[in-house]
């Protein structure tokens, strides 16, 4: 069999900029004149920038021009990076940066596949962009989640074939997108959300090094 390589998610995986894509949301929900809650937002998670914007704007039931959603998604997205301008280490979320650690140590290879054309940016802010082999974010692909587009592309990069490939995923699109690509699913967060993961962990603190072994043996 040959040598396993890593895909990690960015966002719900490395970090938690949900919490910033929420904050940025629900401003723009706020000036448009209805409330947007925590729940909802679980419905943008691993969602695109522009189909995150439609599900918004079909909570508010508001119907707007091309013209106007362009500009509310560049106002969505420059309060966002005025968070993520402020991100360091501190918010990598536990148990990655030994997890890291150990692929390296072990000359295991891992990519990103984020839908988030912010991704590169994030990775600096938080001191993980180099260690990365390949990095696949929103910017790379034409179609999202759950096509397996940014995961196979991200295999491509790595030279491995999808079934060399684990993919570390937080979002039911993402779990999903995986399993279309034939790689090893690991879903963090609800199990029940994301059934369809081959492996499930309430957190990424529980990626530890006698998981990751059984996963590589
Ligand atoms: P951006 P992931 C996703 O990141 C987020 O989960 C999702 O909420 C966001 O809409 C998407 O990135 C696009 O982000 O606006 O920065 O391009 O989970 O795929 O790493
Ligand atoms: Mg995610």
Sequence with gaps: ??????????????????????????????????????????????????????????????????????????????EYLEYVNRMTDDEILPGINQLLTFLDQKNIKYALGSASKNAPLILKKVGLYERFSAIVDGNDVSKAKPDPEVFLIAAKKLKKDPVDCIVIEDALAGIQAANNAKMTSVGIGDKNLLHEADYNLSDTSKLTVDFINKLIA
């Design 1 to 78: 069999m040959d040598k396993k390589v890593f895909i990690f998610d960015l966002d719900g995986v490395i970090v938690d900029t949900a919490k910033y894509h929420y904050l940025a949301w629900k401003n723009l929900a706020n000036e448009l004149s209805f409330d947007f809650s925590k729940d909802q937002n679980e419905q943008l998670k691993g969602v695109s920038r522009v189909r995150s914007l439609e599900i918004l704007l079909n909570i508010g039931k508001i119907n707007l021009s091309d013209e106007k959603k362009q500009l509310l998604l560049d106002k969505k997205n420059k």
